[in-house]
Every structure is written in structure tokens, then in C-alpha cells.
């Protein structure tokens, strides 16, 4: 995604983090996390940046969902999250914990709540973007459709997108493509980032 980034002269952030089942899914949160704390300082704070858009595909719309519910305390200011995109995502864990990636995911009941961002709307600070693919399996379409209606009730979606004859690796690509409709998306909201910082 760098070229497409570059294109819209926004800083890319790519966080590095643990991967399941080596680190458990609340501790790789936990890194991510601070992967945003060091860039809301090293880009909002030292080079004046307006503010951190979040993006994400499958698992990583998954925190991408879990980071716009987040409450960063002294840390950060909430205004410093712009937007969340999520494409494909797991938003509501309780199903995924009864399918066999259970044996490698293992959490609580108490941490599958909390890792869950359908559980969480009411934190939610930031409006959510939601894209998924018309030929992913039921279960990706179900998650995306559900949480965009919990959002849509407590009126924190942005918008929720179905991207017809894009299966769940090829919506992926998308994202860095400007022609396509999650690409425009996602440089759409990097560039209104731009705009601010230029004011």
C-alpha cells in the first residue's frame, strides 16, 4: 500500500506485532495500541499531522473495529482518531470462540467481550467505514452486516459497503488501488487528513 499512500502524500504506518498463538490476542492488541500512541507523538505531536486514520483487513479490521472503541486516556486525545476502516473483519467474537480457531485464540468469556467491537458501541468515539466482499463466506458477510447495524443504531457508522464479486482476499487488494472502491476510501480519508494539516 505504500504507492497509494505516497500518492496522497499521507505518512504510512505499518505496526509490527506478535502473532496467535505465540501471544494471546488481548497482548497483541495491546501492541498495537502502542503503535498508535507512537505515532499520534512522533507524527501528530512532533510533525504536526491532524490526526491517525486506522485501517485494516480481517484480522486487522478486527482491531482496526477494537481501536475505535479504545479509550486512551492521557495517552492520546480520542479527536486524534480521524476515521476507522475495516474491510472483512471479525467484529463479534462469541461465534468465532465455538469454531475450532478456539484452540488457538483461548479467551475468557470476560476477554472475549472485551475483545469484541459489537460489545463495545457505546465506547465507540470515531465513525466507522465497513467494506466486505459479495463472495466471502456468510460468516464474514453476517459479522460486517451485524456490526454495521449496531453501529447504524447508536448512529456511528459511516458507511457499510458490500464490494460485488470480491472474495475475502481479493477485496484486500483493493485497498491499495485508487481505482477501486475501497482504495478511494481509504485515500479519500487521508487525503481530507492532509487538507486539515495544510490548513
Not at 495491546?30 to 503503535?35: E, F, H, P
Not at 486516556?73 to 462469541?94: F, H, K, Q
Not at 459497503?161 to 485497498?175: D, L, P, Y
Amino acid at each position: 500500500m505504500a504507492p497509494a499512500m505516497r500518492a496522497v502524500n499521507a505518512p504510512f504506518v505499518v505496526p509490527e506485532f506478535g502473532k496467535l498463538p505465540a501471544f494471546r490476542m488481548p497482548e497483541v492488541f495491546d501492541q498495537i495500541v502502542r503503535a498508535i500512541v507512537w505515532t499520534y507523538r512522533t507524527l501528530v505531536v512532533d510533525q504536526g499531522k491532524a490526526g491517525i486514520v486506522v485501517s485494516g483487513h480481517s484480522s486487522g479490521a478486527h482491531m482496526a473495529a477494537r481501536i475505535a472503541s479504545h479509550d486512551f486516556g492521557d495517552e492520546m486525545p480520542a479527536s486524534t482518531l480521524r476515521a476507522v476502516l475495516c474491510v472483512s473483519g471479525a467484529y463479534d467474537l462469541e461465534p468465532v470462540m465455538l469454531s475450532a480457531r478456539r484452540i488457538y485464540i483461548d479467551l475468557s468469556e470476560r476477554e472475549q467481550r472485551f475483545m469484541s467491537p459489537i460489545a463495545r458501541i457505546s465506547e465507540t468515539k470515531v465513525p466507522v467505514h465497513l467494506f466486505y466482499g459479495s463472495e466471502e463466506s456468510p460468516e464474514f458477510k453476517r459479522q460486517s452486516i451485524a456490526y454495521a447495524d449496531a453501529l447504524r443504531g447508536q448512529g456511528k457508522l459511516a458507511c457499510c459497503t458490500e464490494i460485488a464479486g470480491a472474495n475475502h482476499f481479493e477485496i484486500a487488494s483493493q485497498m491499495a488501488q485508487s481505482d477501486q472502491t475501497v482504495g478511494r476510501a481509504v485515500a479519500g480519508l487521508l487525503s481530507e487528513e492532509s487538507r486539515k494539516t495544510a490548513k
